[in-house]
């Protein structure tokens, strides 16, 4: 597993923000309003993605995971159509009880990054984080804007597959 440096953006998403551990009940109610809206505006899009951070001076992955901040965002290869289509989308879903209002239209740049796939679990991906830290050390770059992963399988797939991506700048 060797990582690559590529350059990324802009695309445009639907977005939900927000804060809690991967798989709780916050953000398993973001990843169902993105769908729904998704599903309303019958376009269709990428696979979930997710920023990530923590506002703490600790590492990332020694912070509580119910205090991890996260964009959740599903890309929209073709953009989102007409203007106004993603606040028809949050009508037309709103009786769907999933928290389509939380939905917003934004556009990633991320620039030069170093990416990674991991093959396994989530609980594994500690392991690829540190290929990637290694690689950023020895090209002297340093992280520029949240980790970001793209869940390129189910969340809940026995075999996840995910690209982990680090927006990066010189050091």
Known sequence: MTPTIT???PVT??????????G???HLAAVRALFTVAGAMGVGTGPLEGQWWVE???HGLEVPREQWRWHLLLPLP???GEPGAV???RELSRASGASVD????????EGECVELLHEGPFSEEHLSLKVMEEFMAERGLVPNGPHHEIYLTPLDDPAPRTV????????
Do not use: I, Y
């Open 78 to 80: 073709g953009g989102p």
């Open 102 to 109: 939380r939905v917003r239209l934004v556009t990633v740049t």
């Open 7 to 9: 350059t990324c953006g």
């Open 87 to 89: 606040e028809r989308a």
């Open 56 to 58: 703490d001076e600790r």
């Open 24 to 26: 709780g009940t916050e």
């Open 13 to 22: 998403c639907l977005n939900v923000t927000g804060m809690g551990e991967p």
């Open 164 to 171: 982990l991506r680090q927006p990066v700048r010189p050091a």
